[in-house]
């Protein structure tokens, strides 16, 4: 990649595709002219630790930067925006500190390098309409955009009870599973530790805590979560993702869906009957399966009762 002032450069390529070790290897080859600006705290700490010569910082943490000044200073230094696409998503909407540090990259007219999976038009345009007046060369790596690395072995799609109901049966492998609500998820996890299930949530603030209970006790059986785990949290092997969140947009629903499968292994995608981003011919196949998955669960049970009596 050429690192050059008045140049930004965007990289999109499928979640797990390897972007992060992209910078640490950039870190490795000359660690003092990149700046890493993550908006995921957990990733944040995760580089440091694991690059400690790394600037890496939270957009909050750079409200007092001086951008002119730094690029009088570094006129050689490389800014990084991980998942770049929350400038727009996140910045002009609860996340004004990452707005005014992308004001103040684009004033500059530092290096810029900017890492996404999920690139829309609108963010695609907004980008571009602030970077054009400093940033003379914009150049786009489209290695995949809103594409899996590895793709499922199977979609479920079917009307969000019968999703729920198989879900309070003992599944083979770890379920991980997006509400929308942050009561959805006590609910769930009460719900499934009370039928023997070990389940954790996590919620928005939580993820620190949750990653550091990840590596200190045996792994749940369940994860329960709202979309604070869609992005930028090291989660364990997944047998299957369940979204049950309608009202998250495209971009959020594929962040969810693709938490599976990132070391290669086997895993499927449930998703409740509304929401798209099944591919359209596999939909039969998706509603069928969760069909017979239903059925077959409500027969046990009928033949149990019959066979055990009331």
Known sequence: MLFLPQTFQ?????????????????????????LLISPLRALATEIQLSCPGAWVALPEELLSLD?????TERPD?????????LVCEWGLSFR???????????????????????LTPSVETFLQEMLKENHHHLLVGDAGNFL???????????????LEEVLQEGLPGRTLVFCHHRHEVDRWCALLNGKGIRAWGCKGGETREFSQRLSSEPLPEV???????????????????VLLDKKAPDWMIHQMRTRAGRRGEAFEVWTIWGVGLVPLRQRPGA???????????RARTHLSAWWYGP
């Open 77 to 85: 230094l490389v800014v990084v925006w991980d998942e770049v696409h």
């Open 10 to 34: 965007l990289l999109i390529a499928p979640p797990a595709w390897g972007k992060t070790q992209l910078f640490k290897n950039w870190i490795a080859e000359g660690e003092t002219r990149f």
């Open 223 to 241: 994860i329960i979560a709202t979309s604070c785990l869609s992005h930028g949290v090291n989660l364990p092997e997944l047998r299957r993702v």
């Open 148 to 162: 899996f690395k590895h793709r499922p072995t199977a979609w479920w799609w079917a009307p969000r009870a019968w």
């Open 287 to 297: 509603l069928l399966r969760a069909t017979a998955q239903v059925m077959m669960n």
């Open 67 to 71: 951008w002119q000044a730094l690029a």
């Open 96 to 118: 004004h500190a990452l707005l005014e540090a992308w004001y103040g990259f684009c004033l500059s007219g530092l290096a810029g390098v900017g890492l996404t999976a999920t």
